[in-house]
């Protein structure tokens, strides 16, 4: 009689008499048995992708065309507005009145100077005093706009930022950028800055807005910046002062240091009543974006408007959307809100229960998938809650069931044999 051992990964060697074909032929079935269920294979359920992220201040923030909810006696909106992005909100309350694809992230242009300045400003005393090296001017792209910085000659930091905000000079910026650090780390802290202010939108490549692969924000971003800034009172001050005088060459005839006139590229400021700056930019990529801010009534209201038909447009839009929300105050409902930094960002309904901004809600219970047979012989997916064990007898039930099934089969086998062989 020949003896075989039925391999089973139990533990447990069960030896079989191997005497004839039918008996190899069950056993074999029988000691594969516990390796079917002591793994059962879990059947993975069809893959739903999770909802969208929540919007930054508010789910109709992040809806396509225009956002406004006007109760009796609201007036309309301009009807002649051609900004791919912008928006209208309450400096102080951080009330979005009205807005139309304020996430859509576009080309900033020179607009991004806000954040550089909301990034680098607080950093240097006004009066401190800078002399420029030749390689802070190097490096600034072409056709760039300038304030006429000149190499190896001294410089007070607030001439330098009149220069960034009259004149929208990029050697300024660069400047600036080199006494923080250098253009990158002045890059990085701008995007960590964003990021604090929850301006997710925003991917900052240059300091100055120079045009760029991948560099982008939005009107609800660019808000955010002015908003933050205005705060400064030194940002406040430069952004509205209309001209300056700033400092030129040395004169080689006397040796003495000249000086030039410089003005403010913001075209309403002075022209539009109680406006107070903010920013201006223009590319070829960009065309035109502007920010800007304005009081009225003792209410301070911010405009962004990215992207119109032309580049008068931009100036014409913001005026009329400033004019709207101030006739609109206390006769729109807001439609968002312009979140603040550090703020945590409140729970969104994503159609889970418990689910926040975009990340599914949690089981209730840890669980455990298996595969269970249903009536036609087909795996399907069930549920197995991991603290009581379920109505299942769990891996290690199926581990021993494997063992009892196998070793009952074997002994049927041998008293089926005996029997037999007596039968001879």
Known sequence: MEWRTAGVRTGYRLLVPIRSKLARLIVAPAAALPLLYAAPAAVAAPFEPPPPP???GGERLGLPGVQVDPLAGA???PGDLTGQSWIVADAASGEVLAAGNPHLRLAPASTLKILFA???????DRNAVHKVAPEEIQ?????????GIKEDLDYRVEDLWRGVFLSSGNDAVH??????GGVQQTVAEMQARAEALQARDTKVVSPDGYDSDGQVSSAYDLTLFARAGLRNPDFRMYCATRDAMFPGAVDRNTGQRGSFGIANTDRLLGKYPGLIGVKNGFTTNAGSTFVGAAERDGRTLLVTVMHPSSYQKVYDETAALLDWGFAAAGKVKPVGRLVEEG???APTPTGQAGGAAGVPAPPPHPTTPSAVPDATGAARATTVRAEDGGNGPGPVGWIVGGVVLTAGGAGGLLLLNRRRAAAR
């Open 343 to 345: 703020e945590t960002a």
């Open 139 to 147: 490096g600034i792209g072409a056709g760039s706009s300038l304030v």
């Open 75 to 77: 007036p309309a909106l």
């Open 175 to 180: 400047v600036l950028a080199h006494m923080n």
């Open 54 to 56: 929540a919007a930054i």
């Open 118 to 124: 909301d990034t680098v400003l607080p950093k240097f």
